[in-house]
């Protein structure tokens, strides 16, 4: 569902996570900020919300999770809730590993994240600031639906 925050467009929706459920959500999130040229943004983006939503489908029973993109003028904040009251672990891995470097991946990218624990399970909210050109706002116009 498109939604404003202030007068700049976001993103909300709910979900079951899957792989499917996956492609379909880093398409919107491209369209959404289709038209802020900063390229590390897009990408840090990309990166913030696939792997939160992967940790919903690997970690928690029910993989059902909420989403919000909300852009500003000067960054985008990205928020997952889902069912599960375990909370992300940010690990040191070796070279070596297959799994387990989506919340160092995160660390890496964003400016700052933390976990709101809510009734019957959390919300893990993560801020990246934009690169902007004088005038230059994240913006997007699309219409998602649930």
Do not use: F
């Not at 929706?13 to 379909?24: C, E, R």
């Not at 939503?53 to 960054?75: F, G, I």
């Not at 040191?92 to 399970?121: F, H, K, T, Y």
């Amino acid at each position: 569902m498109e939604q404003l925050h202030g007068n700049i467009r976001g993103l909300t929706m709910t979900l079951d996570v899957d792989p499917q459920a996956l492609q379909d959500v880093r398409e919107r999130v491209r369209r959404l900020l289709a038209h802020h040229r900063d390229e590390d943004l897009l990408d840090a983006a990309l990166v913030i919300v696939t792997e939160l939503l992967t940790n919903v489908h690997k970690h928690t029973a029910e993989r059902r999770a909420e989403l919000d993109l909300a852009p500003s003028a000067d960054e985008l904040k990205i928020v997952v809730g889902d069912l599960s009251e375990a909370k992300p672990v940010l690990q040191q891995c070796d070279e070596d590993a297959v799994s387990g470097r989506g919340m160092a991946l995160i660390d890496a990218l964003a400016d700052r994240w933390w976990v709101v624990p809510n009734s019957g399970g959390k919300e893990l909210h993560v801020v990246v600031a934009g690169v902007r050109r004088e005038g230059e706002v994240i913006a997007g116009t699309m219409g998602c639906s649930a």
